[in-house]
């Protein structure tokens, strides 16, 4: 039997799984947990990779592994291979002010034509432009910038700070994929090379970025405790992972219900919006992944829950025995700010409130409710831009919760396919591992754990809306 293992890094934790070449199934898997914050040192996610390999079983006697990472995080790394400060991560929202300086200095509609992105604090080149403004020094040291997937594949091939690792810092060894450059903000999916230009005018000065390789290609093998044959593929951000390991595909929207929410879709041809709300992405497969994103989704719920004194499936219960609409109660769930739409200092707020509407029940659902519905503005920006949807493939543990699915499919309207739960990025990376060690992608089918019809409920929107509205306008 022949093995190739996948990796998600994502904030949260690392996850491997190892699957068959044959047949796709899994023989083991193995997870280690990251560290809480929104910047996080790299040496935490190197630490994790190696436990959570050890609790697969190891990759010993795997034929290719490939790294699917959470996207935008900024590892700044010095000539010597060393990391310069801790790594901001996608959900540090301290870069918005650069965000805006980016955007008055270039335009929304240059920088969309330029990277198919309009900056938010999320990206990678936004992170750069705080960096260069807000500690000059350490700005000064960066010689190379990685992404987390990036840095992860370098290490496993056995690069690094000198002391560390046993080929040394070779900086112009660092890799990474479409899916993930095209996060940056300074490399375009349309012509696939990096904007030197927006780079410096980031950072300050000109700094080694990663070979980008196809995605059939190979980024090197395992090597970091000595020489191996394990093939390490190219890697990619964690969406484009994910949209691999679900085979995604004509007519599928994708909906992931993790730490942030995510909307995307797999496209022959890229996707531009200046208005900011799209970010255009590549894929992981050679072609465009438009996307767009929420930093509130699953949180969302763990906030009812505590508010609401009860477990997971006791919001369920309490949801599902509130009308849609939650009686006129509508949540705006702005926790941790809002990435689309871009209010990055924003907070959550609960409207409609009367003394009838004021129930457990009808908070329960207005929490589900509004998390959907922000991620529902999503689906119609995608589908503004010609893309047909014909189901909605609905993923992350949130998914499961019997609220979600059924607020989800009189929310959105569509079709909803709920898979088996599974490490769909890391999945998704086995995928890659198999396809750089075959020089072919494999055709692993995806299972499905729930069909929901579609049950529009219009008025659940339009009371979002008007709330957004009353809030913002």
């Known amino acids: 039997m022949t093995l190739v293992a996948g990796v998600d890094s994502s904030t949260q934790s690392c996850k491997v799984v190892v699957r068959d070449l044959e047949t796709g199934e899994v023989v083991r898997s193995g997870r280690a947990s990251h560290p809480d914050g929104t910047e996080v040192h790299p040496d935490h996610w190197w630490t994790a990779l190696l436990a959570a390999q050890a609790d697969a079983g190891g990759i010993g006697d795997v034929a290719a592994i490939s790294v699917g990472g959470q996207q935008h995080g900024m590892v700044a790394l010095d000539a010597d291979g060393n990391v310069v400060r801790e790594a901001l991560l996608w959900n540090d929202t301290r870069s918005a002010r650069a965000a805006r300086d980016l955007i008055e200095e270039f ?7 330029r990277t198919g992105l309009v900056p938010v604090a999320s990206f990678t080149v936004t992170k750069l432009r705080w960096l260069r403004d807000a500690e000059p020094e350490n700005a000064a040291k960066v010689a190379a910038v990685a992404l987390p997937h990036d ?10 700070p000198a002391r560390e690792s046993p080929l040394g810092p070779r900086l112009d060894a660092l890799t990474t994929d479409r899916s993930d450059a095209s996060g940056t903000g300074y490399w375009s999916p349309t012509t696939g090379e990096y904007d030197r230009d927006l780079l410096v005018a980031a950072l300050g000065h000109d700094a080694v970025v990663p070979t980008v390789i196809a995605p059939d290609g190979r980024a090197g093998t395992v090597g970091y405790d000595g020489p191996t044959e394990i093939v390490i593929g190219p890697g990619a951000g964690d969406n484009a992972g994910a949209g691999l390991g679900l085979g995604a595909g004509e007519g599928d929207i994708v909906v992931s219900l993790g730490t942030s929410g995510t909307v995307f879709a797999v496209t022959p041809e890229p996707v531009t919006d200046a208005s900011g709300t799209i970010a255009g992405f590549a894929d992981a497969g050679g072609q465009f992944l438009p996307i767009v994103v929420t930093l509130n989704a699953a949180r969302v719920l763990d906030s009812a829950a505590r508010l609401l ?3 997971f499936d006791g919001l369920a219960e309490l949801a599902l025995s509130a009308e849609p609409g939650a009686g006129g109660v509508v949540l705006v769930p702005y926790f941790e700010g809002e990435r689309t739409p871009n209010r990055p200092d924003a907070t959550a707020s609960l409207v409609g409130l009367t003394l009838s509407s004021s129930t457990r029940a009808n908070i329960a659902r207005a929490h589900v409710e509004g998390m959907l519905c922000g991620l529902a503005d999503g689906i119609d920006a995608v589908r503004a831009h010609g893309l047909e949807a014909k189901r909605v493939l609905l993923v992350g543990g ?9 607020a989800a499919a009189q929310v959105f309207g569509l079709p909803i396919d709920i898979p088996k739960p599974g490490e769909y990025v890391a999945l998704g990376a086995a995928v890659q591992a198999a396809w750089s060690l075959v020089g072919e992608r494999p055709g692993w089918s995806v299972e499905m754990d729930t069909h929901i019809d579609p049950d529009p409920q219009p008025h659940v929107r339009t009371q979002y809306a008007d709330a957004t509205r009353q809030l913002y306008s």
């Open 107 to 113: 335009g929304a509609e240059d920088l969309v034509r």
């Open 151 to 160: 840095w992860l594949t370098w290490r496993l091939m056995g690069y690094g």
């Open 309 to 311: 004194d009860v477990d």
């Open 398 to 406: 949130a998914a499961f919760n019997p609220a979600v699915g059924r």
